[in-house]
């Protein structure tokens, strides 16, 4: 069972794979999906669809749990002002395992 840790708050989601209940926005599964299930407070202003960055967050560890990055996060994530080699959009990067996440000042609700 995947646990996401989301900083700086203490909640950390456990869910089991394929059957988390979709909250209707980002990938099924996504570090966006599971933090709209538990209220995390992550801005997603286009609603999940890969079309802006306001779901940005720093994969602090677990990188290797998360899905592949598809070209359409990478051509986002460079317009990230506070990009590092660690940044993901929360919206489509998939859990597949333990993971830690900071949500960046700006990027919370």
């Given at each position: ?62 990188d290797?749990n ?10 986002r ?25 900071r ?7």
């Open positions: 069972m995947p646990t996401v840790r989301f900083l700086p708050s203490t909640v950390a989601s456990e869910f089991t794979p394929g059957e988390l209940p979709y909250q209707g926005e980002g990938e099924r599964e996504s570090l966006l999906d599971i933090a709209l299930r538990d209220g995390v407070g992550l801005r997603h202003a286009c609603g999940g669809i890969c079309a802006c960055i306001t779901c940005h967050v720093v994969v602090e560890n677990g290797e998360l899905s592949p990055m598809e070209p359409d996060e990478q051509d994530l460079y317009r990230v002002p506070d990009y590092t080699l660690h940044s993901r959009l929360a919206c489509r990067a998939v859990v597949r395992g333990d993971v830690t996440v949500i960046p000042a700006g990027c919370g609700e």
